[in-house]
């Protein structure tokens, strides 16, 4: 009998425990550590808050969605993909490419991005472009239809050298912006006056070959087309004046599409900013006279 009264008492404890077990919450899950060597949240936030005053001085936005897909880019390739820089997506991305893009930006005065319409600003992980096989993902992209500049860091996670910087990428898709207001809807058309800059026989290839560029092109990327020629002079005024300037006295070719690009933007900004960067370049210019700057 006592046998028999101490298995209930033990079956009851048992019952009980197992009740108490049932209905005790679940444990919070913890969350996920973030990467590894991403940027901390002090820096992070520092860097992006110093970008978006840059940019709110010309009324500019930074794009804050985590993925930007559009099908408006001035790149043939199709529609393009931008996966947002945010802190996670940071990984081996050294803060400094956020002031680099900053201070890219920090050259313009506010007349001449409102003369290039530009409104917001990604700064991305990376870009693609959907179907598009290439081996080298894009570092920048125009959005035209949007006014909107994707700039990515993936590409300057390894310093890719002395020239290519992602300061320059801000001024090559600026151009971009800034040529398709000069050229309107003749943007894409082939442009028979810069054509005729070139060496006899010489067409456009895209993709452009790796190869030391040919006379005439400061960086083989600029063979693509007459587009990307056009904004690689212009990102070198901008950004690697000496450079450009050192070309241009050992190249006529050259030293004819600063002339043309100078002029072409100096017809809708003023060549005030073209001065400043690159006062080497004003002998190569045919006329440097200074309209007047349009206000936006």
């Given at each position: 009998?006592?046998?028999?009264?101490?298995?209930?008492?033990?079956?009851?404890?048992?019952?009980?425990?197992?009740?108490?077990?049932?209905c005790k919450?679940?444990?919070?899950?913890?969350?996920?550590?973030?990467?590894?060597?991403?940027?901390?949240?002090?820096?992070?936030?520092?860097?992006?808050?110093?970008?978006?005053?840059?940019?709110?001085?010309?009324?500019?936005?930074?794009?804050?969605?985590?993925?930007?897909?559009?099908?408006?880019a001035q790149d043939a390739r199709g529609c393009v993909r931008c996966d947002l820089a945010t802190r996670e997506h940071t990984a081996g991305v050294d803060p400094d490419l956020i002031d680099g893009v900053?201070?890219?930006?920090?050259?313009?005065?506010?007349?001449?991005?409102?003369?290039?319409h530009l409104e917001r600003?990604?700064?991305?992980?990376?870009?693609r472009f959907e179907h598009d096989t290439a081996d080298t993902p894009p570092a920048g992209v125009a959005m035209i239809g949007e006014h909107r500049i994707l700039v990515s860091v993936e590409q300057f996670i390894e310093s890719p050298g002395?020239?290519?910087?992602?300061?320059?990428?801000?001024?090559?898709?600026?151009?971009?912006l800034l040529d398709h207001e000069q050229l309107g809807e003749h943007y894409t058309d082939p442009d028979h006056?810069?054509?005729a800059l070139n060496p006899p026989g010489f067409t456009y290839r895209d993709p452009a070959t790796d190869d030391k560029p040919p006379a005439g092109f400061?960086?083989?990327?600029?063979?693509?087309?007459?587009?990307?020629?056009?904004?690689?002079?212009?990102?070198?005024?901008?950004?690697?004046?000496?450079?450009l300037c050192e070309i241009a006295e050992?190249?006529?070719?050259?030293?004819?599409?600063?002339?043309?690009?100078?002029?072409?933007?100096a017809k809708i900004t003023g060549d005030e900013l073209l001065r400043r960067s690159a006062p080497c370049a004003t002998r190569f210019v045919k006329s440097t006279s200074k309209p007047r700057t349009k206000k936006r």
């Open positions: 009998m006592v046998r028999a009264i101490l298995y209930a008492v033990i079956l009851r404890g048992l019952a009980a425990a197992m009740t108490l077990l049932a919450p679940p444990a919070p899950l913890l969350p996920d550590p973030p990467p590894p060597n991403v940027i901390d949240p002090a820096t992070y936030s520092s860097k992006i808050a110093g970008l978006r005053a840059t940019l709110a001085r010309s009324k500019v936005e930074l794009d804050t969605a985590p993925v930007l897909r559009s099908c408006n900053a201070i890219a930006f920090a050259r313009y005065p506010s007349a001449v991005l409102g003369a290039a600003v990604a700064l991305c992980r990376q870009i002395e020239y290519f910087t992602i300061e320059q990428v801000v001024h090559h898709e600026v151009f971009h006056a810069w054509n400061v960086v083989a990327y600029a063979t693509t087309n007459e587009r990307e020629d056009r904004a690689t002079i212009f990102e070198y005024l901008i950004g690697q004046p000496k450079r050992h190249d006529p070719i050259v030293a004819g599409k600063v002339s043309t690009v100078w002029t072409r933007v």
